[in-house]
């Protein structure tokens, strides 16, 4: 059987600050578990799985959440193959900018760029401290269903929960991204799936 050369990805992670991206990449790259929050700036990560008999090499670049680093990100969105964005259940105010901040942004540098959801911390969404505090602000933990629907509105190719604290769902998030294909380019000599304007 001959060996086949693995398949290169490029994936890029998005959401508000403290949302739980770095943790989640964390916890499927090297299995550990921050436990505290850093800001991160910019980091990249190598990951080479295994899906469908098909190695795939997922390039991860993490980015910066935080309004400060708005000019900054748009440059790691050359040749991107899949976006994941992020939100974090304890957070609503997280999702509401999954729609007013992340989908325009992305959509904006990368148009034809499928997109996957995640909700991180799913740990939170029953933790009696964390309703309590968001009770404090008449908010709630954010429901699956809640998740799903802005997924839908954003036209993500799939949604998922994870928790990185206790490892659920992070490995089908990857899994998925590296299994997404490219849609068809209508233009002839568009080979980059994103442009930096």
Same mark, same amino acid.
């Given at each position: 059987?001959?060996?086949?050369?693995?398949?290169?990805?490029? /994936?890029?992670?998005?959401?508000?600050?403290?949302?739980?991206?770095?943790?989640?990449?964390?916890?499927?790259?090297?299995?550990?578990?921050?436990?505290?929050?850093?800001?991160?700036?910019?980091?990249?990560?190598?990951?080479?799985?295994?899906?469908?008999?098909?190695?795939?090499?997922?390039? /991860?670049?993490?980015?910066?959440?935080?309004?400060?680093?708005?000019?900054?990100?748009? /440059?790691?969105?050359?040749?991107?193959?899949?976006?994941?964005? $992020?939100?974090?259940?304890?957070?609503?105010?997280?999702?509401?900018?999954?729609?007013?901040?992340?989908?325009?942004?992305?959509?904006?540098?990368?148009?034809?760029?499928?997109?996957? /959801?995640?909700? $991180?911390?799913?740990?939170?969404?029953?933790?009696?401290?964390?309703?309590?505090?968001?009770?404090?602000?008449?908010?709630?933990?954010?429901?699956?269903?809640?998740?799903?629907?802005?997924?839908?509105?954003?036209?993500?190719?799939?949604?998922?929960? $994870?928790?990185?604290?206790?490892?659920?769902?992070?490995?089908?998030?990857?899994?998925?991204?590296?299994?997404?294909?490219?849609?068809?380019?209508?233009?002839?000599?568009?080979?980059?799936? $994103?442009?930096?304007?």
């Amino acid at each position: 059987m001959a060996h086949r050369e693995a398949i290169r990805k490029k /994936l890029v992670i998005v959401g508000d600050g403290a949302c739980g991206k770095t943790s989640l990449l964390v916890r499927f790259c090297k299995d550990d578990w921050l436990g505290i929050y850093v800001p991160t700036v910019f980091e990249t990560y190598v990951a080479d799985i295994e899906v469908d008999g098909q190695q795939v090499e997922l390039a /991860l670049w993490d980015t910066a959440g935080q309004e400060d680093y708005d000019r900054l990100r748009p /440059l790691s969105y050359p040749d991107t193959d899949v976006i994941l964005m $992020c939100f974090a259940i304890d957070s609503p105010d997280t999702l509401e900018n999954i729609s007013e901040k992340w989908y325009p942004e992305v959509r904006n540098y990368c148009p034809n760029v499928p997109i996957l /959801l995640a909700a $991180c911390k799913k740990d939170l969404r029953n933790n009696a401290e964390k309703i309590e505090e968001l009770a404090r602000t008449k908010q709630t933990p954010v429901s699956y269903e809640q998740g799903r629907a802005i997924a839908e509105q954003i036209g993500a190719a799939a949604y998922y929960e $994870c928790s990185a604290l206790n490892r659920e769902g992070v490995p089908e998030i990857f899994q998925a991204a590296a299994r997404l294909k490219l849609p068809r380019s209508s233009t002839p000599n568009n080979n980059c799936p $994103c442009a930096i304007i």
